[in-house]
């Protein structure tokens, strides 16, 4: 397999992630998604809209990616994301935190060191498609 396959697999994965995390947060509800963002207690104030513009930056970033539309600034955005989510779960987590993720996998996953290891995977493939697209 040559590396274009990879970073084409790694980008088209990461968009598909992203893609089905956004659309099963508007599964679920936005109230839904902001009331899982609530529980985090981090944010002192505008969850709701934390959680409108979290939704549509996965899904324009899951979109942009699988159709390698602005797929650098699109890794850039999603990697943020990712970091951002993970950071949080490592918060709650610290603080002894036990309770639904928001990750929008349909079911109410806890949150959990895992979520944080599965947030590196993306992560790594995001960094992969990053770099690939500034190279390139």
Known sequence: MDLVT???????TAGGVLLFAGLMKLRIGLDAFAAAVRAFR???FG???FARVVVTLELVTGAALVLHL???TASAVALALVVL??????IALRRG???GC????GSIRSISYRLIARNGVLAALLVTTLVWE???
């Open 97 to 99: 935190q036990r309770h």
């Open 70 to 72: 602005s797929a650098q």
């Open 6 to 12: 990879v970073v084409t697999i790694a980008r088209m």
């Open 47 to 49: 969850v709701g809209a």
């Open 134 to 136: 500034g190279i390139r």
């Open 102 to 105: 928001g990750c929008g996998s």
């Open 42 to 44: 981090i944010l002192p």
């Open 85 to 90: 989510f993970s950071a949080a779960l490592g």
